[in-house]
């Protein structure tokens, strides 16, 4: 016999079972109310809503619609976390903790195969209705590497697994690795400020090299804007905050 109640549909397979072209079920009605189906479970119930509200149509646990939700749908904006999403995609909360402070973080997990396998990970920045790609985020992980590009995987920044930074380069092999035919490095200032600095933090206590303390320079290269000049200098077992005294200066004169 019949295990349950079908609608549109006179031999129902499950405990209701509606038939027809285009099935359609109605929740509520045209007035201000939170509609909803709750599914109840041993350990936790979910729900699936309408926050009449915020005019979302919102995911969560329990079984009041607008607590504890998870996903929110309102308008073309999608939120996590929120019920209120103010843009396209709208993350909210605290997902995760990194010892004493706290971040969202939203996790990306790539498995193409559904194997358990790694694969690159790559987010990609379109316009237009080609989907032309103007820029990208990858996760390369046959080389273990993340990698920023103007482009389709152009690669013009890569950080590897040791912390190199590569710009032009795709193998940095130091902390910064400058590469490309014109591996060019400019320092930009204010007309007027002196500033324009590659400053050397590392010093000799007397016993030891630290470097933990950002104030102290015992080397540099700068550029003065008031003086017109390159200057280099050195602290020579420096412990004192500030910047080293130039010890060669090279001025517009060329002297």
């Given at each position: 016999?019949?295990?349950?109640?079908?609608?549109?549909?006179?031999?129902?397979?499950?405990?209701?079972?509606?038939?027809?072209?285009?099935?359609?079920?109605?929740?509520?009605?045209?007035?201000?109310?939170d509609?909803?189906?709750?599914?109840?479970?041993?350990?936790?119930?979910?729900?699936?809503?309408?926050?009449?509200?915020?005019?979302?149509?919102?995911?969560?646990?329990?079984?009041?619609?607008?607590?504890?939700?998870?996903?929110?749908?309102?308008?073309?904006?999608?939120?996590?976390?929120?019920?209120?999403?103010?843009?396209?995609?709208?993350?909210?909360?605290?997902?995760?903790?990194?010892?004493?402070?706290?971040?969202?973080?939203?996790?990306?997990?790539?498995?193409?195969?559904?194997?358990?396998?790694?694969?690159?990970?790559?987010?990609?920045?379109?316009?237009?209705?080609?989907?032309?790609?103007?820029?990208?985020?990858?996760?390369?992980?046959?080389d273990?590497?993340?990698?920023?590009?103007a482009?389709?995987?152009?690669?013009?920044?890569?950080?590897?697994?040791?912390?190199?930074?590569?710009?032009?380069?795709?193998?940095?092999?130091?902390?910064?690795?400058?590469?490309?035919?014109?591996a060019?490095?400019?320092?930009?200032?204010?007309?007027?400020?002196?500033?324009?600095?590659?400053?050397?933090?590392?010093y000799?206590?007397?016993?030891?090299?630290?470097?933990?303390?950002?104030?102290?320079?015992?080397?540099?290269?700068r550029?003065?804007?008031?003086?017109?000049?390159?200057?280099?200098?050195?602290?020579?077992?420096?412990?004192?905050?500030?910047?080293?005294?130039?010890?060669?200066?090279?001025?517009?004169?060329?002297?």
């Amino acid at each position: 016999g019949n295990v349950g109640i079908g609608i549109g549909n006179a031999s129902p397979s499950v405990n209701l079972q509606i038939g027809g072209t285009t099935p359609t079920i109605y929740l509520g009605d045209s007035g201000a109310e939170d509609t909803k189906l709750v599914y109840r479970g041993n350990q936790i119930d979910y729900y699936i809503g309408h926050d009449d509200s915020n005019n979302a149509l919102t995911m969560g646990f329990g079984t009041t619609v607008g607590s504890d939700a998870v996903l929110a749908i309102s308008g073309s904006k999608v939120g996590i976390g929120t019920t209120s999403p103010s843009n396209i995609f709208h993350s909210h909360g605290v997902t995760h903790r990194f010892s004493s402070d706290s971040y969202n973080v939203v996790y990306i997990q790539a498995d193409a195969n559904n194997d358990g396998s790694n694969d690159d990970i790559v987010l990609q920045f379109t316009t237009g209705n080609s989907n032309t790609v103007k820029g990208e985020l990858r996760y390369d992980e046959s080389d273990d590497k993340f990698e920023i590009s103007a482009g389709d995987n152009q690669n013009h920044l890569t950080i590897d697994s040791s912390g190199n930074v590569g710009i032009g380069e795709t193998s940095p092999s130091e902390r910064l690795h400058i590469g490309g035919d014109y591996a060019d490095f400019r320092i930009y200032s204010r007309t007027g400020i002196e500033i324009g600095t590659v400053a050397f933090n590392e010093y000799y206590t007397g016993s030891a090299w630290a470097n933990d303390d950002s104030s102290i320079v015992s080397g540099s290269m700068r550029f003065s804007d008031s003086r017109d000049s390159l200057e280099f200098g050195v602290r020579a077992g420096g412990s004192t905050a500030g910047y080293s005294t130039s010890h060669l200066v090279i001025r517009s004169t060329g002297r």
